[in-house]
């Protein structure tokens, strides 16, 4: 049975720019692309050339190899000239592969925003659509708010898809600019544009996330015939954000119902790479993974009862709809004060130990994980610190060094220019080999000079955390007061490109912390020498 094809158009470096919080620099954006370039997307839309500096200096170049590179605009004004419209000009100057143009095809935002008469508009889609084919573009065009629009005026929304079609545009995407439709409604008025004369083949869906079914109307228009789908990795995006790319990759290449009838550029060893580009995507962002992602979060695959992980272990299958494996990503059968024997033997085994469920330390294990649990550690989010609690029970970690002490300060005063400062400084006694080494630094906050003052001079294990970075630091308070209980999760990076996540927990945040950098370097230390687990690839 033929498949047929389904074009992959990402929008992460445009739509997915008009995030809160997100600001791509020039470099951001190349480094980006490269990545969706490299992954196999159809078409990487790189942003609106001539509306800022950025965007502007980023089409000086052709920034993919294999996709079609794609610049954004409008459609030319009312009453001025293809040929003699600075916006629609920039477009053509744009080093690109094809030119997505935003038109209007709801007559309210005609009379509204563009302030022009709906014959108008009509010519402008048509003129600029012209001009891009001959300039010798690919011509395609966002038809904003056309699900709203059909609702109010169907008539004229189709004019404004068939009238880009007829002028020559590749693809026609209808877009839900507001993200309120319903996947029925998305269904029926896709329909009943391909019934109107725009084929299947030329048309596009451009999902917004308000109601959180972007991904759901993406696949109702495929259902109803379209053939390409716009989105942003991870779904970022305006508002609520955009259809998640990652997801609908996923979902069109492992399960049945589309599988068997559709298929994308991504093949089979392309989406094993997933994850990595999920997470990858994120560090561009300085930001943590969504550990609940479909597919590549942390926890996609992860497994905390223990009933459900004493099935997992007999057949994945049991709780699994989609092997991890095929996107990249690693089954994860989590520690806990919930789980049972099964739990925790599988843990074991994934990190090279294997033992009996009649074990003695099995079950001083699981007591002592359950005891720490309820006073507030959090092990199902910091397997690096299990693993290293399960080693030393079982009696396998070397004693790298030993804190004989620590100290910080913080002072608060005034500068000799008048201006308040806060200065924060650790003093760290190690002992290595005998060998007692102080170590003192200063450090934006008490837990920074802590972390520079432990990892100053470890001696002869120095040169093996010189690497190692804190990406990411976490802290949570059990109970109320200044006295409460506190939980520090620190989340750990190398050159290799692991991440491990530790925890501490202390009525001094500062105790907390510094439990958590220990166990952090002791990790990496272990990683070095290959006595840890997938754990790292996590």
């Known amino acids: 049975m033929t498949r047929e094809r389904i074009y992959l158009f990402d929008t992460t470096l445009r739509d997915g720019q008009q995030t809160p919080g997100i600001d791509f620099s020039v470099e951001d954006k190349i480094a980006i692309a490269t990545l969706l370039d490299e992954f196999g997307m159809d078409y990487v839309e790189g942003g609106y050339p001539g509306a800022n500096p950025t965007d502007t200096e980023f089409f000086k170049h052709k920034r993919t190899e ?15 000239s293809a040929s003699n419209d600075p916006g629609l000009n920039a477009l053509l100057a744009a080093n690109s592969d094809a030119i997505c143009l935003v038109a209007k095809s709801w007559d309210y935002h005609v009379e509204v925003a563009l302030g022009c008469s709906n014959d108008e508009n009509l010519e402008n889609i048509h003129a600029s659509v012209e001009a891009v084919v001959a300039f010798g573009r690919e011509a395609m065009v966002d038809c904003e708010h056309f699900f709203d629009g059909y609702k109010a005026n169907p008539a004229y ?29 998305i269904r029926e008025i896709v329909a009943a544009v391909i019934a109107a004369g725009v084929p299947g083949a030329n048309l596009g869906i451009h999902a917004h996330n308000d109601t959180g079914q972007a991904v759901a109307n993406s696949l ?65 962002l300085n930001r943590s993974p969504d550990s609940q992602a479909p597919y590549v979060g942390a926890s996609a695959f992860a497994t905390k009862a223990g009933i459900h992980a004493s099935a997992l272990l007999k057949d994945p299958k049991t709780y699994e709809h989609v092997a991890p494996e ?38 001083k294990l699981i007591s002592i994980v359950k005891e720490r649990e309820a006073t507030g550690y959090a092990y199902e989010g910091a397997d690096a610190s299990f693993t290293l609690l399960a080693n030393r029970i079982l009696g396998t970690v070397p004693d790298f060094f030993h804190v004989e002490s620590f100290r910080v ?18 003093v760290v006694k190690v002992l290595v080999d005998g060998e007692t080494m102080m170590s003192v630094a200063e450090g934006h906050g008490p837990v920074n000079a802590l972390d520079l003052a432990l990892r100053k001079d470890l001696g002869k294990y120095q040169s093996e955390i010189a690497d ?49 950098l220990m166990d952090s370097i002791v990790y990496k230390l272990l990683k070095n020498r290959d006595q840890v687990g997938l754990i790292a690839a996590e």
């Not at 294999?66 to 001025?80: H, I, L, N, P």
């Not at 259809?243 to 392309?270: C, G, H, P, Q, W």
């Not at 789980?339 to 994934?350: P, S």
């Open 409 to 426: 300060m913080v002072e608060r005063r005034f500068d000799a220019n008048g201006k308040l400062k806060t200065v924060s400084e650790a």
């Open 468 to 516: 190692l970075e804190l990406a990411d630091y976490k802290v949570r308070i059990l109970n109320g007061g200044t006295e409460a209980v506190t939980r520090v999760l620190i989340e750990s990076t190398d050159n290799t490109g692991a991440r491990w996540w530790t925890v501490g927990v202390s009525d001094n945040i500062i105790d907390a912390s510094f439990q958590a």
């Open 157 to 185: 929304a189709i004019a404004c898809a068939k009238t880009a079609l007829d002028a020559g545009a590749r693809w026609v995407v209808l877009c839900d600019t507001n993200g309120g439709t319903q996947p029925p409604e």
């Open 66 to 80: 294999k996709a079609s590179f794609v610049a954004f605009g409008m459609t030319k004004r009312a009453g001025v």
């Open 326 to 363: 095929s996107v990249g990503n690693l089954r994860r059968v989590m520690v806990s004060d919930q789980g049972g024997k099964a739990n925790f033997i599988n843990a074991l085994k994934r990190r090279g130990i294997t033992v009996s469920k009649d074990d003695p330390r099995l079950d």
């Open 220 to 284: 109702a228009a495929v259902e109803a015939g379209v053939r390409q789908i716009q989105g942003t990795l991870n779904g970022v995006g305006e508002r609520c954000g955009n259809a998640n790319l990652v997801t609908l990759i996923a979902t069109l290449a492992l399960k049945e119902t589309y599988s068997s009838r559709f298929e994308t550029a991504i093949d089979a060893e392309r989406l094993q790479e997933l994850t990595k580009l999920a997470h990858s995507f994120d560090e561009l």
